[in-house]
């Protein structure tokens, strides 16, 4: 906040107070308020730094802030995604999760470059209370699955499974293991890795139940609520 006071200065405060108002009290649509933050690295792949970002939706001064989630990008790959996410929302009135997997989640060779995260939120019409909403904040990462690159199921902080080891997802072989499935099956099809650093090895590893796979033919994408719980990060072999 103290960063956007700067930048910004008082009058941004202003707007997004009267803005605020009127979104839970108006029956018509929405004003829909966003920040996109084009930066990679520890800004959406970092808990603190996540549940930051999500303050700022959650205390409705956003109505969703999107940022990178990989450890770095391509810019002639992906300005084109994030210009038509930032159309579809404001241009075609789109909600914001169904913008975002309109551009980016159609979009394999952005997708296939870092994963991305919106924390956003839904206004929803309160029953028995006519000109009346409630607004519910969600977060989550959009990603491309993708073993032969190191992302299972879109995961590129997997670690070793093996407690006396933890290398990285890069140090890691990932294959698909006995029967590989196609088209909305796709995310059932059972996981083997093999790690180069200890020589861990494990078979049929199926995909986190946390992990959900996106609607219609987004095939290989997929997308999980962020950032991730403790039980969550040590099921992929996080283990601090």
């Avoid at 202003?14 to 018509?28: A, E, F, G, H, W």
């Avoid at 690295?41 to 999500?54: A, D």
């Avoid at 296939?112 to 977060?139: C, F, G, Q, W």
């Amino acid at each position: 906040m103290q960063l956007l006071h700067n930048y910004l200065g008082d009058n941004l405060r202003t707007c997004l107070q009267q803005i605020s108002r009127i979104n839970t009290t108006s029956d018509s649509r929405p004003f829909i308020r966003g920040l996109v933050i084009s930066s990679c690295g520890s800004t959406g792949r970092v808990s603190e730094s996540v549940e930051r970002l999500k303050r700022l939706v959650e205390m409705n001064i956003f109505d969703f802030v999107f940022s990178f989630a990989g450890v770095s990008t391509v810019d002639s790959l992906v300005v084109p995604a994030l210009n038509r996410f930032v159309e579809n929302v404001f241009a075609y009135d789109m909600g914001t999760w169904d913008a975002l997997q309109a551009s980016f989640g159609e979009d394999r060779r952005a997708l296939n470059i870092t994963p991305v995260m919106l924390s956003y939120a839904e206004y929803r019409n309160v029953k028995d209370k006519p000109n009346t909403r409630e607004r519910v904040v969600d977060t989550r990462v959009l990603a491309f699955s993708n073993f032969r690159d190191a992302r299972p199921w879109g995961l590129d902080i997997y670690q070793c499974p093996n407690p006396a080891c933890g290398t990285r997802a890069h140090n890691i072989i990932f294959h698909a293991d006995g029967k590989q499935h196609y088209g909305r099956r796709w995310i059932q099809t059972l996981m083997k890795t093999r790690c180069l650093s200890c020589g861990d090895a494990r078979k049929g590893i199926r995909a986190p139940s946390w992990v959900h796979q996106c609607d219609g033919d987004n095939l290989a994408r997929v997308w999980y609520n962020w950032p991730l719980t403790i039980s969550q990060r040590m099921e992929i072999g996080i283990m601090y």
